[in-house]
Structure formats: C-alpha cells, structure tokens
C-alpha cells in the first residue's frame, strides 16, 4: 500500500483523509495544515495523525494529497515533487499556466507522477458515455450552484466551469482555435456568472455556461454528432443517447420515423446506458494509485490539468477585453 499524506485539511481536505482511510490502496499517515488550531481539532475529532510541518509529512509519504487554497498549490506542490513524492492536486492545478506548466515539467525532470483532481472525469454518467462521444461538433454545458462564500476567492470560470472545459478536452482531443467570452461580477469581486464558446480547429464548438448565483443546481452536458444526441446529467448522475439510424422498410407501429427534406427516412433509437454507483472521489484517488503503481499515464495528467488551465484562463482573459 502506498503512504498518503494530506496537505490542506479544509472542507474538501477533510473529505479526502476520510476517503484515503477508506481506500484500500493506500495508508493514511497523516495531514498537515497551516492551521494549528484545526489541526489539533480534526486531530481530536477524527484521530489523523496531524503532523508539525508539512517537510516532515512529505518524508514520511510515497504520495501526497494537495487540497490547500488555489493560491497555494505550486508551493506545496513544488516541495512534494523535488522531494520525488507523487503528486494529487485539487482543481484547478494552479493559480497561474506559467505555474502548471512548470509543475509539469519539473513532475517529468524528477520522474513522479501526478494527477490533478477534475472529479467529473470519474461521474458515472460521463464515463458510461464518454466512449461513445466521437467526432462531436456541437456541445452546451450548463453548470449552475447556489451561492455559498467557499470558493469565491476564484473566478467561476476555475471553481465551476473549468469541469466542463476538461471534460470537453478530454473527447474533443483538437487544439482550441478561438474562445468568445462574457462575464458579469454580481456579489464577488470576480465574475460569478460566465459564457464561453470555444471553437476548436477540427470545427466543434462548445457553448459552456457557470453560475455561482443560481435558484437551483443543474450540471448538464450535451454533445452533438453525426446521427446522434448524447446527453449527461452530472449530478442527477443520468444519461440518455438517441440515435438516428436509416429507417427499416417496415418498422413497427410504435417506431419513431422521420422523413428528411431529401425524403430520407431515419428511425429514432432511444438508449440509456447503465450508470453505475460510485464514490467519484475515491475512484480518482484509488485510480492515481494504480497509475503509480503499474508505471502508466494517470487519466488526468498534470499536462491536462495544465491544459484546462489555459483555456479557462483564456475565458478570462476574454473578460478583461469587453
């Protein structure tokens, strides 16, 4: 088993050492957080071994779980790659590209891996479709929340909807060619409402949207191709897929037939795949695991992490041009 540490024992911190003391493929060894009232405190609570100085966690650790603010990231992260740990890090991986990007360099020099956390990835509704998603040219994503004060020290761009951006990258696989955005700052100092369309150089074009400031949750996404419909709900954790295929000679009365203008005759074929029931964040962790331990590329690399980083930096930056 591999020995884990955390870096950050915050809300999402917190969450991370109860998982890491669930998952089989690691052992807990500790934490550390610049706090020494929360750590003595979660220390009591939970019984974490909470340790003096986040170098003394390092030594004692094969991986390290960097759940700190955004802020705070290349620091931490930097400290555990030179000490040849290996690396998880929150989303998004950094506060700045120049940073990611050096993260994952200095990542290669020092021959670790590392894996950055973009949870949606391991949604059982992405992943029961996301093989299926080819060649699609159109995308709408909508990611909506209720206000909560944790999290606006960012954007909504790097709290909400860089999901959708990596999600996208992930079955796009084409370089970005042009990013349109708006953004409007409603109760924080930085936009908590946001529109991006991105258009990619092999012709698909997604339009995402995130709110921080909504009435109610919705995280949905719907991906466009050729003869098919693929639609993910991210958090009712569903998905639906309708298919047009050339209609039969005889189909049967209850058949949904459509007649194009060319008078082509398509059928309509419903199909909801099987999703099935996960921890997704201890399916990222345990997945990390067993990239480190079969020597292999983890499913969200720090060059992804990099690259959605990039992109959602360039939704912001389109901001700053209105």
């Known amino acids: 088993m591999l020995k884990a540490g955390v870096i950050g024992a915050g809300h999402l911190g917190k969450i991370h050492l109860k998982l890491l003391k669930q998952s089989t493929q690691y052992e807990l060894v500790g934490f550390y957080d ?12 939970f019984g974490y071994k909470s340790f003096p100085t986040m170098e003394a966690l390092i030594e004692a650790c094969d991986m390290l779980d960097v759940v700190t603010p955004t802020l705070h990231h290349y620091a931490c992260a930097e400290k555990v790659i030179n000490a040849g740990k290996h690396l998880f890090i929150e989303k998004p991986i950094t ?19 590392g894996q950055v956390g973009q949870v949606e990835r391991f949604n059982p509704a992405f992943m029961a479709v996301k093989d299926m998603i080819t060649n699609t040219m159109f995308i709408e994503a909508h990611r909506l929340a209720e ?29 970005v060619k042009v990013v349109h955005a708006s953004g409007v700052s409603v109760i924080s100092d930085t936009p908590d409402i946001a529109n ?4 990619f150089e092999n012709g698909c074009v997604a339009n995402l949207t995130a709110s921080r400031i909504s009435m109610k949750k919705m995280r949905k996404a719907r991906f466009f191709q050729k003869d098919a419909y693929i639609s993910v709900d991210f958090l009712e954790k569903k998905c639906e897929i309708v298919k047009m295929k050339d209609a039969p ?19 309509i074929y419903f199909e909801n795949p099987e999703v099935a029931a996960n921890n997704a964040i201890l399916d990222e962790l345990d997945s990390f695991a067993e990239a480190i331990k079969n020597d292999r590329t983890p499913v969200v690399s720090l060059s992804q992490g990099a690259d959605a980083l990039r992109v959602a930096m360039q939704v912001i930056e389109n901001f700053q041009n209105i």
């Open 95 to 113: 506060h700045t590209v120049e940073e990611a990007d050096a993260l994952r360099d200095l990542a290669k020099q020092k021959g670790v891996r």
């Open 34 to 45: 610049a706090s020494p009232e929360a750590s003595k405190q979660i220390e009591a609570e």
């Open 249 to 267: 000679e005889n189909p049967d009365d209850f058949a949904m037939v459509l007649t194009n203008a060319e008078g082509v005759k398509k059928q």
């Open 147 to 175: 206000f909560n004060p944790r999290g606006t020290d960012v954007s909504v761009v790097l709290d909400l909807m860089i999901h959708d951006i990596d999600a996208i990258l992930s079955v796009v696989q084409s370089p």
């Open 196 to 199: 991006a369309r991105i258009e």
